[in-house]
C-alpha cells in the first residue's frame, strides 16, 4: 500500500557525501529531486531509484531511497523489471547522456512504447565525465577532448527529439541554474502517469565547454511557458525539439493529455483476469496425481 506524509527535502538526503567535482551540475540535481520527492510526499521505503555507471549515476547513493547504482547503460531495463514486479513503488532512473544515449541507446524506445510508470532523467553533460572526458553522444560537431584532438567529426544526439519520436507522453528540460524549475519538472514527470523524461543540461565543471556552464545556463535559458507554448502541442515540440544544442528551453515540452495505460497497470490487470479462471492449488495437484 502507498501512504502519503509530511516529508521535507532533508528526509531524502542520505549520510553519503558527493565526491563530485565541486560546481558540478549534478549537485543542482539531486538537491531538485530532494524537493519532488518531497512534495510528493511518498516516505523513502516506497521508492525505488536506479541509475547506471557514471559520474552522475552516483546519485542514487545520494538519496535515502533504495538505490541500485547498476551497470553503464542498463539503468531503464533494471528499472522497468523492479516496476513491473511490485508496481506499488515510486520508480525513478536516472545517468548520464553516454549511458542513456550511447550504450543504451536501445533501451529508451522500448522502454517508451511499453510506457511504465516511471520517471527518467538524464544528465546531460555532453561528455564522458567519469571516464575523464571522452566525447558522448550528445557531444557537439567540433568538440575537442582528449580522445578527439583535432575535434568531433559526428553530428550529436538530439535526446528530445530523440524520445519524441518513440512516442514518449511526457518529454521536459532543465537546469540546475533554475533550481525550483527544475524541481518543478522533476515533480511533474513523477506524477506523470507513464513514461516521463527530463533531460537535464548538467554542467560538468571539469571537462565541459564555457557556455555549458551553469553562469551561462542563466543568461540563455528560455522557460517554453515564457515563449507561450503549448505542452499538448506535439508538432510544436517537434519544432522546438530541434533547436537542441541551440537554444535552451526549459519546462515541458510535451504532456500527452490522454496517456495510454501503462505496462505495469496492464499487466496487474491481465494476471488478475487469468487469476480468475485458475484451478485451485488443490485441484491441479488432484489432477497430477491423476495423471
Ligand atoms: C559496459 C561498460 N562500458 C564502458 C564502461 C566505462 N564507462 C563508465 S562511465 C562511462 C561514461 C560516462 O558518461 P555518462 O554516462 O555521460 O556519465 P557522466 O560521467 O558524464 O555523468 C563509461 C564509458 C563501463 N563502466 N561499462
Ligand atoms: S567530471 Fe564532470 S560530471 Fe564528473 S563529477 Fe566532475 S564535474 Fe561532474
Ligand atoms: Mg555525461
Known amino acids: ?49 536506479v541509475s547506471g555507471i557514471g559520474c552522475s549515476s552516483r546519485i542514487p547513493g545520494y538519496t535515502t531511497a533504495y538505490g541500485f547504482n547498476s551497470v553503464h547503460g542498463r539503468a531503464l531495463p533494471i528499472a522497468q523489471g523492479i516496476k513491473i514486479a511490485n508496481p506499488e513503488l515510486l520508480v ?53 577532448t582528449v580522445s578527439s584532438a583535432f575535434g568531433s567529426l559526428e553530428n550529436p544526439v538530439n535526446p528530445l527529439s530523440y524520445v519524441l519520436a518513440y512516442g514518449a507522453p511526457f518529454v521536459a528540460q532543465g537546469t540546475p541554474a533554475d533550481l525550483p524549475a527544475l524541481a518543478a519538472v522533476i515533480e511533474q514527470a513523477i506524477r506523470y502517469p507513464g513514461f516521463a523524461f527530463v533531460n537535464v543540461q548538467s554542467p560538468c565543471v571539469t571537462y565541459g565547454e564555457e557556455e555549458q556552464q551553469i553562469k551561462a545556463h542563466k543568461a540563455r535559458m528560455k522557460p517554453l511557458e515564457s515563449l507561450g507554448h503549448d505542452p499538448s502541442d506535439l508538432v510544436n ?36 483476469k487469468m487469476s480468475e479462471g485458475a484451478l485451485p492449488r488443490e485441484r491441479i495437484l488432484e489432477l497430477f496425481a491423476q495423471s
Not at 101 to 118: E, K
Request: hydrophobic share 35%; with cysteine; proline share 7%.
Open 237 to 272: 515540440a517537434f519544432r522546438l525539439a530541434q533547436d537542441y544544442g541551440t537554444e535552451l528551453y526549459t519546462g515541458v515540452l510535451y504532456r500527452n493529455p490522454d496517456p495510454s495505460p501503462t505496462l505495469d497497470s496492464l499487466m496487474r490487470e491481465r494476471q488478475q
Open 1 to 49: 500500500m502507498t501512504s502519503l506524509c509530511t516529508l521535507t527535502a532533508k528526509d531524502f538526503k542520505s549520510d553519503l557525501k558527493p565526491i563530485w567535482c565541486p560546481g558540478c551540475g549534478d549537485f543542482g540535481v539531486v538537491q531538485a529531486i530532494y524537493r519532488a520527492l518531497a512534495a510528493i510526499g511518498r516516505p523513502p521505503h516506497q521508492i525505488a531509484f
Open 92 to 144: 525513478l532512473a536516472a545517468g548520464g547522456d553516454g549511458d542513456g544515449f550511447s550504450i543504451g541507446g536501445g533501451h529508451v524506445p522500448h522502454a517508451i512504447r511499453r510506457n511504465v510508470d516511471l520517471a527518467y532523467i538524464v544528465m546531460d553533460n555532453q561528455i564522458y565525465g567519469l571516464t575523464k572526458g571522452q566525447l558522448s553522444p550528445t557531444s557537439p560537431r567540433g568538440l575537442r
